[in-house]
């Protein structure tokens, strides 16, 4: 399978109501203002992450940005390392988070399908009902899209995912007031994926547009790999429908998530940690 190397939006839009996800920027704020701590950190007064990922000469510079796969990169006359930060409080924390990285037949079906939800409602009022209805309908298309992918699209999604992720990744752990830094290759085996096991979604009702994947050997034992795909609109559905001045488009959005981070971090082989509390003190410069 290709994976898409651009995915255009292909709706247009006019004005606004509600979205489902925050967007005057507080959350991006905040998390740029965490990795320019975390840089300034680690240049200033870190000791054995430092000593782990940086040469004597090294600085570590923010990153980050659209395009930007690397929150930060360790400089250095060795050669650069890219460094990815995660923020962890509760819940997950993302892999992937990209319109970028659907199959071209998984686009093509989306498409289409979207298409025609956008076709039923375009003489009508747009009324409260109409907008329910139509993320009725969203919801549904992509529960169904996510049970039937099959496995050799999930694997290349999580492989893809995989090989664009940074040398090193580092995790602000906000419950124990710490650092935990490893590296990319002597870790993340689910996401490299397995030979010998098929590759299926198992989802529940109340969470449609989110499932988790599973791993099942020949001799039927299945395992739960504690990633989680989540399919939704990067916008929302009112942009969708032409209904907002913030976004002029709205596309699907794939996600590739860690769930069970604690037991994420417990599995992890030669994590460094080191105690942070200044998680949030970095100004926006």
């Known amino acids: ?7 255009k939006p292909f709706f247009p839009l006019l004005s606004f109501q509600k979205m489902p996800f925050t967007t005057d920027g507080r959350v991006h704020h905040s998390g740029i203002a965490n990795e320019k701590a975390i840089c300034e950190f ?8 430092k000593a782990t990922i ?14 930007q796969k690397a929150d930060a990169e360790v400089v250095s006359a060795a050669g650069n390392k890219t460094i990815s930060i995660k923020h962890h409080k509760t819940g997950t924390f993302d ?4 319109t970028a990285a659907l199959s071209d037949a998984s686009k093509t079906h989306l498409q289409a399908n979207l298409r025609t939800i956008c076709e039923k409602f375009s003489t009508s009022t747009k009324t409260d009902a109409d907008i329910a209805t139509a993320r009725r309908t969203c919801d549904d298309l ?35 007031s710490e650092l935990v830094a490893f590296d990319r290759l002597k870790n993340l085996p689910e996401l490299r994926t397995l030979e010998g096991w098929t ?3 198992k989802s529940s009702p109340r969470a449609k547009t989110s499932a ?10 299945e395992v739960n790999t504690r990633l989680r795909v989540r399919l939704v609109l990067n916008n929302g559905v009112t942009a969708l429908l032409g209904l907002s001045t913030s976004n002029k488009s709205s596309s699907p959005c794939i ?8 037991g994420f971090i417990a599995s992890l082989v030669e994590p460094v940690r080191e105690t942070y509390v200044e998680v949030f003190a970095a100004p926006l410069a």
Not at 95 to 98: A, D, F, Y
Not at 215 to 221: K, N, P, V
Not at 255 to 260: A, M, S, V, W, Y
């Open 1 to 7: 399978m290709r994976p898409i190397r651009s995915f």
């Open 42 to 49: 680690l240049n200033s007064r870190s000791a054995a992450i």
């Open 54 to 67: 940086c040469p004597p000469d090294a600085r570590v510079e923010h990153r980050g940005g659209t395009g």
């Open 95 to 98: 892999w992937l988070n990209s």
């Open 142 to 176: 992509f529960a169904a899209h996510l049970r039937e992918m099959p496995s050799e699209q999930i694997r290349a999604l999580l492989s893809g995912c995989y090989e664009k992720n940074t040398d090193y990744v580092i995790i602000t752990d906000v419950a124990k």
């Open 199 to 201: 590759y299926f979604m």
């Open 212 to 221: 988790q994947i599973w791993r099942r050997a020949a001799d039927g034992t």
């Open 255 to 262: 996600k590739i998530q860690q769930d069970n981070v604690a």
